[in-house]
């Protein structure tokens, strides 16, 4: 589909909601919207796509009190104004979009919490992600290392580079909206995403790309959507194995939830932003005792986390519950960093070929 084919899709499906409300009022109906209800109990496997989307139970918003009446006002101001962006071919942040709503009296959000979380409502209910409302997050999508050729299309034309030859140490940056970038070819044999800074500066340093030819992509903690949707497209289009390198604790599991599963959060884009065959090779908390690894006590937060895990259903493996009770037992967390205790050649010689030949990527 064409940007301008896109633009008129998300203009239509726009006006949509608020044509709906029209025809409701005009029916003698009170304004209302339903909305599947967001929590981790509400979200079910889906076979066909084979990543967690939201389930049956919904929510409805109605202008049948001040509450509800000011949250539909609210999404039609967010809609008029997302109207006239794309009429006019202008974009924003999800930040400046909560400045913006200063001047809108009774509509304007209180903390951009909200506004972010109705810029959701209308992808859910329009079935169109925010890119195409011309809207971008703050953070920007991480980068890309490895033998990769690709092509962008900004605004200034067609760009084409090669992610190890044509960029410096940092890398390929992923640019907001994925819809822009193809990939022209590569040479690569497997992704590994990594969380850390450090870690992408380790593996590239030490030649592992080159080595193993591996395509680098730094997460940046928890991965943005521009590069959870590369890593999904990597997989799919170039059919190429992800695997996902992180810390062992029970926030860097969620990375890879998010990567693998998709987030509770986002769940209604899980088809677009999950990978669902991606594996994980972060440090395991069997690792940390078989590899004597410098370690830290788990706090009450992590305790707590990784109980919470045991009853998400994106954990619900004999996997996943072994290693999450093990490490309960062990009350102890460990860095990918590290690995640096034992020298800095044996994350790459020793460890990452280790995991990967268990685990067939290599």
């Known amino acids: 589909m064409s940007r301008e084919e896109m633009d008129a899709l998300a203009r239509e499906r726009l006006v949509g909601i608020a044509r709906g409300w029209y025809d409701q009022m005009r029916d003698g109906i009170v304004p209302f919207i339903r909305l599947p209800t967001r929590t981790k109990r509400n979200i079910a496997y889906d076979d066909a796509s084979e990543v967690w989307k939201y389930g049956e139970k919904e929510s409805t918003r109605a202008a049948a009190n001040e509450k509800g009446a000011v949250h539909l006002l609210k999404m039609a101001y967010l809609i008029g104004f997302l109207k006239q962006q794309l009429v006019e071919n202008r974009s924003s942040t999800l930040r400046e979009l909560y400045y913006i709503s200063e001047g809108w009296k009774k509509a304007k959000f209180a903390a951009q919490d909200e506004s972010n979380l109705l810029?959701?409502?209308?992808?859910?209910?329009?079935?169109?992600?925010?890119?195409?409302?011309?809207?971008?997050?703050?953070?920007?999508?991480?980068?890309?290392?490895?033998?990769?050729?690709?092509?962008?299309?900004?605004?200034?034309?067609?760009?084409?580079?090669?992610?190890?030859?044509?960029?410096?140490?940092?890398?390929?940056?992923?640019?907001?909206?994925?819809?822009?970038?193809?990939?022209?070819?590569?040479?690569?044999?497997?992704?590994?995403?990594?969380?850390?800074?450090?870690?992408?500066?380790?593996?590239?340093?030490?030649?592992?790309?080159?080595?193993?030819?591996?395509?680098?992509?730094?997460?940046?903690?928890?991965?943005?959507?521009?590069?959870?949707?590369?890593?999904?497209?990597?997989?799919?289009?170039?059919?190429?194995?992800?695997?996902?390198?992180?810390?062992?604790?029970?926030?860097?599991?969620?990375?890879?939830?998010?990567?693998?599963?998709?987030?509770?959060?986002?769940?209604?884009?899980?088809?677009?932003?999950?990978?669902?065959?991606?594996?994980?090779?972060?440090?395991?908390?069997?690792?940390?005792?078989?590899?004597?690894?410098?370690?830290?006590?788990?706090?009450?937060?992590?305790?707590?986390?990784?109980?919470?895990?045991?009853?998400?259903p994106r954990f619900a493996t004999d996997y996943w519950r072994n290693q999450i009770n093990l490490q309960l037992e062990m009350k102890v967390k460990s860095e990918q960093q590290a690995f640096a205790s034992r020298g800095l050649d044996f994350v790459t010689k020793e460890y990452l070929p280790k995991r990967l030949s268990e685990m067939g990527v290599i």
């Open 119 to 312: 810029i959701e409502d209308l992808e859910i209910i329009t079935e169109v992600q925010r890119e195409a409302f011309h809207l971008r997050p703050e953070e920007d999508g991480a980068s890309i290392f490895g033998s990769l050729r690709i092509r962008e299309t900004t605004r200034r034309g067609v760009k084409e580079m090669h992610c190890q030859d044509d960029v410096g140490e940092a890398g390929y940056p992923i640019p907001n909206n994925v819809d822009n970038l193809e990939f022209v070819d590569h040479d690569a044999k497997f992704v590994i995403a990594i969380e850390t800074g450090g870690m992408y500066a380790r593996l590239m340093e030490n030649g592992f790309d080159e080595e193993y030819g591996a395509i680098l992509v730094h997460l940046k903690g928890q991965p943005a959507r521009s590069t959870r949707r590369v890593l999904r497209k990597l997989n799919d289009s170039l059919g190429l194995p992800v695997v996902v390198f992180t810390d062992g604790d029970p926030w860097s599991y969620r990375i890879y939830a998010s990567v693998a599963y998709g987030s509770i959060k986002s769940a209604h884009m899980s088809e677009l932003l999950a990978t669902p065959q991606a594996q994980f090779i972060g440090v395991q908390p069997s690792d940390i005792s078989d590899y004597n690894l410098p370690s830290d006590h788990l706090t009450e937060q992590d305790i707590s986390a990784l109980k919470a895990e045991l009853t998400d």
